[in-house]
């Protein structure tokens, strides 16, 4: 199958070499190349930095590009790029690891990246923009919200909701029914058996606040 979509990508550090190979596995895609803040990447990235990330327009329009994919690992600026290239039309494309298993039920937005070994159950929404990366698993019925995170290894049990830009740290474990807030952050290793504020950090075994950031 000839690629119908070309996929110009928002950043090229590491977490972009991972969106690559992802976003290599389908078939349908054309990657152009890619954007970043200074124009450089990391090394062996294995596709042509071709500029700077704020010149998206003339980029796309010089490499007939219809599609994008904003590879940064940091939630904010992710959200913040994805915005500006929905604003110029383009149209976002997900990066889906052929060494994913997901349910034929799950719902994955535009612009989100799931990576080899993560799980997606039945009934799982994931939102656009948010990453779930390797190994990560998102049982049935849970939402995941835009720009989310969720990282390596972490456990998210049924029936959770993780909101909107939340981080969920490295091998961290979600119980059944539990509520991230928008902008929250687990630590790597945490045990969440309590909802979490909005903007709060909560670390530890079990987990407990530490910090309620930007007034919460």
């Known amino acids: 199958?000839?690629?119908?979509?070309?996929?110009?990508?928002?950043?090229?550090?590491?977490?972009?070499?991972?969106?690559?190979?992802?976003?290599?596995?389908?078939?349908?895609?054309?990657?152009v190349g890619c954007l970043s803040l200074d124009g450089s990447g990391v090394a062996a990235l294995g596709?042509?930095?071709?500029?700077?990330?704020?010149?998206?327009?003339s980029i796309a329009r010089t490499h007939a590009a219809t599609h994008y994919f904003v590879a940064i690992g940091n939630n904010a600026a992710r959200e913040r790029a994805d915005q500006r290239c929905s604003d110029l039309g383009l149209v976002p494309v997900v990066a889906m690891s052929r060494h994913a298993m997901v349910s034929r039920t799950a719902q994955v937005g535009g612009g989100a990246a799931v990576f080899a070994g993560a799980v997606l159950n039945a009934a799982a929404v994931i939102g656009k923009g948010a990453i779930i990366n390797t190994n990560a698993s998102v049982d049935?019925?849970?939402?995941?919200?835009?720009?989310?995170?969720?990282?390596?290894?972490?456990?998210?049990?049924?029936?959770?909701?993780?909101?909107?830009?939340?981080?969920?740290?490295?091998?961290?474990?979600?119980?059944?029914?539990?509520?991230?807030?928008?902008?929250?952050?687990?630590?790597?290793?945490?045990?969440?058996?309590n909802d979490v504020p909005s903007a709060a950090s909560v670390v530890g075994v079990p987990a407990a606040v530490i910090s309620r950031d930007r007034g919460q």
């Open 140 to 193: 049935h019925d849970c939402a995941v919200g835009d720009y989310a995170h969720i990282a390596p290894g972490a456990a998210i049990a049924g029936n959770v909701t993780i909101g909107r830009g939340a981080l969920i740290g490295v091998g961290a474990v979600i119980v059944p029914g539990v509520t991230i807030g928008e902008h929250a952050i687990v630590g790597a290793g945490a045990v969440v058996l």
């Open 47 to 57: 596709l042509a930095i071709l500029g700077l990330d704020t010149d998206v327009a």
């Open 1 to 31: 199958m000839s690629p119908e979509r070309r996929v110009l990508i928002l950043g090229a550090g590491g977490h972009a070499r991972v969106c690559l190979e992802a976003l290599a596995d389908d078939d349908t895609i054309a990657l």
